[in-house]
């Protein structure tokens, strides 16, 4: 059986009509489309056209694509961490990868910039970017799906679900003539454009204004560089806003935005871990903030920076083991008349976040509204996800509260929990409500709101962001 592509450029085609870039170089024919296609999204630049399209990528030029890739589908920004997980690369794009979940190098910390990139690494790569995009639920290859492929046999094991993606959901195929798929075979730049492109199209949502790329430098609280991709959107007004923003006609420039975050206003003194408090607005509400506003502001990385010092995230349970400690908080639960009384939760958190911990519980304990908290989830080391990156439990910095009526809803439409219906549960968390506000007070992210990738997580609350 051969597979072929169906209408993925013609897609492109019907938004309208664009300027056509200047190529140095020039892509194949066939390519021209999806290539515009990649440029007018900013996943490429004008640049990428100073090779030939032809000649086989780089892996440090496909990871940039990829990285674009990833931000522009998430529309979150994008940012280094201090600590280079590579040897061989300073480049910003393999350590942002690396930390988005997209690469893991050959576990001695090399990266190979300047080496090539086969057709099967390529798949492997791609499908760990858009499961840590938040958009894949779970994916069983379909029966037949490599029937008629002659090379099949040579696609690696570890490869194989990866390939097998790439062709169920139509962002690759064999070749036209024979079916044959040729794992084996480097990448091209046009390849990589024209996957990246399809991916967009699958995956991304479309947008009214031009998409704009920038690296903005900052330093975290250790004077330590700290490079963020920073995607914005020019809309119609003229006001260029932060690109998860797209969608909203009044969101503020993000020129003003990044001016006034910088200006120091918006803190009320410091948690013990050296975390800004929020300060109220005039409604006495603190902002509940987006992930990729901690990203752009250079907060995400000061925050890593506090948990994990100079040292790299933890990659086993032993060494993560040794940065917990347990705590035990005082809450509200309600008897069987739903009287409320005083008990308590115990669990394990990161030791850096300790007396944060016991001070937003206190807090929430203390108010008038006694607001029910009958379970709790914190640290607990699981396997990494398929995308190779951790969940932020692993790392004692995320607190599930009240699972069950507090349900989790991704994009895929799975769901853990059972509902979430504030008004009519005590024990859903409303976004004004004190254990959302009180979170938010002391720097921590709400997954009711905190991402753009479509994954709505009521439950969770987490200090990193994700």
Same mark, same amino acid.
């Given at each position: 059986? %051969? ?5 993925? /450029?013609? @897609? ?38 100073? %090779? ?16 674009? !890739? =990833? ?12 600590? #280079?997980?590579? /040897? ?28 090539? /990139? ?10 760990? /970017? ?8 779970? =994916? ?9 492929? *002659? ?11 990866? @390939? ?19 794992? #084996? ?45 920073? %995607?914005?959107?020019?809309? +119609? ?5 932060? !690109? ?31 975390? *800004? ?7 006495? !509400? ?27 995230? =933890? ?37 850096? !976040? ?28 699981? #396997?990494?996800? +398929? ?22 809803? =991704? ?16 024990? +859903?968390? *409303?976004?004004?409500?004190?254990? @959302? ?18 994954? @709505? ?10």
């Amino acid at each position: 059986m %051969k597979r072929v592509l169906i209408c993925v /450029l013609a @897609v492109m085609l019907a938004a309208g009509s664009v300027i056509t870039p200047a190529f140095a170089y020039d892509p194949s024919d066939w390519a021209v489309s999806a290539v515009e296609g990649a440029m007018r999204l900013s996943i490429i630049s004008e640049e990428y056209s100073q %090779k030939p399209y032809q000649d086989p990528i780089s892996r440090g030029d496909f990871i940039n694509v990829a990285v674009n !890739l =990833y931000a522009t589908i998430t529309a979150e920004n994008v940012s280094t961490h201090s600590k #280079n997980p590579f /040897l061989d690369t300073n480049d910003p794009f393999p350590n942002m990868a690396y930390y988005a979940g997209l690469v893991s190098g050959d576990g001695e910390g090399h990266f190979f910039p300047t080496g090539t /990139l086969t057709r099967q690494e390529m798949c492997k790569i791609i499908t760990s /970017l858009l499961d840590a995009a938040g958009v894949l639920g779970p =994916y069983f290859p379909s029966e037949n799906v490599f029937e008629g492929m *002659p090379d099949a046999g040579d696609i690696a094991p570890w490869a194989q679900n990866h @390939v097998a993606f790439m062709l169920d959901n139509n962002l690759m195929a064999g070749d036209y003539e024979t079916g044959a798929f040729r794992p #084996n075979d480097n990448v091209t730049r046009e390849e990589a454009a024209i996957i990246a492109y399809r991916c967009f199209i699958a995956y991304g949502r479309d947008f009214d204004g031009q998409i704009q790329t920038a690296l903005r430098q900052t330093r975290d609280s250790k004077g330590n560089t700290i490079q963020t991709l920073i %995607k914005t959107i020019t809309l +119609s007004s003229g006001a260029t806003v932060a !690109l998860a923003n797209a969608d909203d006609p009044n969101a503020p420039d993000i020129n003003q935005t990044l001016a006034s975050n910088q200006g120091g206003s918006g803190s009320a003194g410091y948690a013990p871990s050296g975390t *800004p408090l929020q300060v109220p607005d005039e409604n006495g !509400l603190y902002r509940l903030k987006t992930y990729s506003e901690t990203l752009a502001s250079g907060e995400a990385a000061e925050k890593e920076a506090r948990v994990f010092g100079d040292g790299g995230k =933890y990659t086993s349970a032993e060494e993560a083991d040794a940065h917990m400690t347990e705590v035990t908080v005082k809450v509200w639960k309600l008897d069987d008349s739903g009287n409320p009384y005083a008990s308590t939760l115990t669990f394990r958190i990161n030791s850096v !976040l300790k007396d944060d911990v016991i001070a937003i519980f206190d807090e929430i304990y203390n108010s008038p509204v006694k607001a029910p908290l009958k379970d709790v989830t914190a640290y607990g080391w699981r #396997n990494a996800m +398929s995308s190779g990156t951790y969940s932020d439990h692993n790392y004692g910095t995320a607190i599930d509260l009240n699972y069950n009526e507090n349900y989790c809803i =991704y994009p895929s439409g799975a769901v853990v929990g059972t509902f979430y219906d504030p008004a009519s549960s005590v024990y +859903s968390f *409303p976004e004004d409500g004190i254990v @959302v506000q009180t979170f938010a007070k002391y720097g921590w992210l709400w997954g009711g709101n905190a991402w753009v990738s479509g994954t @709505v997580d009521h439950m969770h609350f987490t200090y990193l962001g994700k």
